[in-house]
């Protein structure tokens, strides 16, 4: 059982927006702005969207968004593109002194 | 350019000591504020963080499988090594070595394409 919980599908139809999320606890999510998001396509290596909470790598699109409130980050994706369908990860640091990592159980996005 | 490459033996028994190597290039792990990270990834299943090792040699295990890996590099190598001991058919995973970004951040950057290794006898 992963630490972190996410829906394990969501959908959505070109050009709308989908909202993903990932729930922790105190000890992870809500204790630190060390939520990151990453994509995987199938066969492929995981791949960074969203880092420090709501912070895009430059190469992002802007149509991919990160917040937090509380024990619970969420990934917004806006004017979704067939490319977008994979499954997305959230992780979030887990101690301060361990420097534990604890990812989500991801979420399969089908662009329908 | 960053890369990340793992490698490592494809088939392992149960009971036998795994040993991987991640070679990476674009950067140095001699540099103040870089950390590289081993995650790995069953078939269908979700990424599980295994180990980190800083600049300054400072490692950190998960904490459920921290008696069995080891985290290790060689800087003139440009190498980072993870050995774990007394692997069982659950350890099968793709097996990922990423870089962490800036000043040891709380994410990984940059990924290797992994290694995928089954465990059985």
């Known amino acids: 059982q992963s630490a972190l919980t996410q829906p394990r599908s969501v959908s959505g139809s070109p050009g709308q927006s989908v909202t993903i999320s990932c729930t922790g606890t105190s000890s992870d999510v809500g204790g630190y702005n060390y939520v990151s998001w990453y994509q995987q396509h199938p066969g492929k290596a995981p791949k960074l969207m969203i880092y420090d909470v709501s912070k895009r790598p430059s190469g992002v699109p802007d149509r991919f968004s990160g917040s937090k409130s509380g024990n619970t980050a969420s990934l917004t994706i806006s004017g979704l593109q067939a490319e977008d369908e994979a499954d997305y990860y959230c992780c979030s640091y887990a101690g301060s002194y361990t420097l534990d990592v604890v990812f989500g159980g991801g979420t399969k996005l089908t662009v329908l | 350019q960053v890369t990340l490459r793992e490698s490592g033996p494809a088939l392992v028994k149960p009971t036998q000591t795994l040993t991987l190597t991640c070679t990476f290039s674009?950067?140095?792990?001699?540099?103040?504020?870089?950390?590289v990270s081993w995650i790995r990834q069953p078939p269908g299943k979700a990424l599980e963080w295994l180990a980190r090792?800083?600049?300054?040699?400072?490692?950190y295990y998960s904490t459920s499988l921290k008696t069995r890996l080891t985290i290790s590099k060689d800087t003139s190598k440009n190498q980072v090594v993870l050995t774990m001991t007394n692997m069982d058919p659950v350890d099968t995973a793709t097996y990922y070595c990423a870089r962490i970004g800036l000043d040891c951040g709380g994410y990984f950057d940059l990924w290797g394409r992994g290694t995928l290794v089954t465990v059985s006898s």
């Open positions: 674009g950067f140095s792990l001699s540099t103040s504020g870089m950390c």
């Open positions: 090792i800083d600049w300054d040699d400072d490692k």
